[in-house]
T-cell receptor, first 116, second 113 residues
């Protein structure tokens, strides 16, 4: 299993450009999420999905769109990039563990985005 | 409003000694708590978790303690090893929100020889 994969690893954008951050998982997990990590802020939830066709907003959804057409993929779209979206973006997938098992949320390696 | 707080941005501990990382939360609806470890240029990896029905959970060198009345949890690492040097994030959620984690700001642990 490749786990959670993210592309690209690094991207530079100009203000106003749009782009899509890709995320895929091969573990057949129901849940997928996008977080951003900023200095002094920890990880903040942008959008999440509880299954194909179902998405919802997290703490900081403004400026981002998501869709979940398949179980495996959960792309994050920046509609019009702004310098405030300079961050490291992490995609994660998770599942409902069996009773008594410690649950885990698996994270991808991250995409570092710089908006000029 | 930061619902999960890690007030110590960094901690330095000698190899072999105990590392204690602290976390406080404000939302009394949280009933499941997790610790993640993160190395530079990698995604966070799960370390250990605890449900609110327990006050302690152990996994090898790692133990998490939960004090619900104080809304406080701590991660103990004994003995600390140089490979434990990383950023540690505390996270919390409600039981039915399997996917919605609220993270603290992280504590950078450095274990020196």
């Amino acid at each position: 299993n490749a786990g959670v994969t993210q592309t690209p690893k690094f991207q530079v954008l100009k203000t106003g450009q749009s782009m899509t951050l890709q995320c895929a998982q091969d573990m057949n997990h129901e849940y997928m999420s996008w977080y951003r990590q900023d200095p002094g802020m920890g990880l903040r939830l942008i959008h999440y999905s509880v299954g194909a066709g179902i998405t919802d907003q997290g703490e900081v959804p403004n400026g981002y769109n998501v869709s979940r057409s398949t179980t495996e993929d959960f792309p994050l779209r920046l509609l019009s990039a702004a310098p405030s979206q300079t961050s490291v973006y992490f995609c994660a997938s998770s599942y409902d563990p069996p009773a008594g098992a410690q649950e885990t949320q698996y994270f991808g390696p991250g995409t570092r985005l710089l908006v000029l | 409003d930061q619902q999960v707080k890690q007030n110590s941005p960094s901690l330095s501990v000698q190899e072999g000694r105990i590392s204690i990382l602290n976390c406080d939360y404000t939302n009394s609806m949280f009933d499941y708590f997790l610790w993640y470890k993160k190395y530079p240029a990698e995604g966070p990896t799960f370390l250990i978790s605890i449900s609110s029905i327990k006050d302690k959970n152990e996994d090898g060198r790692f133990t998490v303690f939960l004090n619900k009345s104080a809304k406080h949890l701590s991660l103990h690492i004994v003995p600390s090893q140089p490979g434990d040097s990383a950023v540690y994030f505390c996270a919390a959620r409600r039981s039915y929100n399997t996917d919605k984690l609220i993270f603290g700001t992280g504590t950078r642990l450095q274990v020196f020889p």
